[in-house]
């Protein structure tokens, strides 16, 4: 009798402990793929995509259309871990819901431990611009 092991499978389920929401930006799906693959070669790139703003004040910045989902626990979180000074959000006060351009570079993708079950990038904020008041 002969024994195998599907070694692949298991490699490959560990990497999908992230899905994409509904309201995904489509942008955002490059992103979204890197992470899902490990692949290093989006840190240092930068992009510029317009996205819904859910809250922007001096200690947070959270984009309505920038969540996955972590597959085990059924938690919503961000793509990215926004990194910006508090004087780039002072245009963003009571903008809730607007349309932004944010202009914005890949530092750090994190998919190992302890991130692997919310894998995500970190990126750092150029600038953010409102689109629509």
């Excluded at 560990?14 to 992470?35: H, Y």
């Excluded at 996205?51 to 920038?66: M, P, Q, R």
């Excluded at 009571?94 to 190992?112: A, D, H, M, Q, Y």
Aim: charged share 25%; net charge negative.
């Amino acid at each position: 009798m002969k024994s195998t092991i599907c070694i692949f499978l298991l490699g490959a389920t560990s990497l999908l402990a992230a899905i994409p929401t509904e309201n995904l930006n489509p942008a955002l799906l490059e992103i979204f793929e890197a992470i899902q693959s490990a692949d290093k070669g989006v840190e240092g790139k930068e992009y510029t995509i317009n996205l819904t703003l859910k809250v922007g004040t001096e200690k947070f910045l959270i984009f309505s259309d920038a969540y996955l989902l972590n597959e085990k626990g059924g938690s919503k979180y961000q793509i990215g871990k926004w990194i910006f000074r508090p004087e780039q959000t002072e245009v963003l006060k009571g903008k809730n819901g607007s349309l932004c351009k944010v202009r914005f570079k890949i530092e750090e993708l994190r998919t190992e431990s302890p991130y692997s079950q919310m894998p995500h990038v970190v990126a750092e904020i150029i600038s953010i611009e409102v689109l629509n008041d």
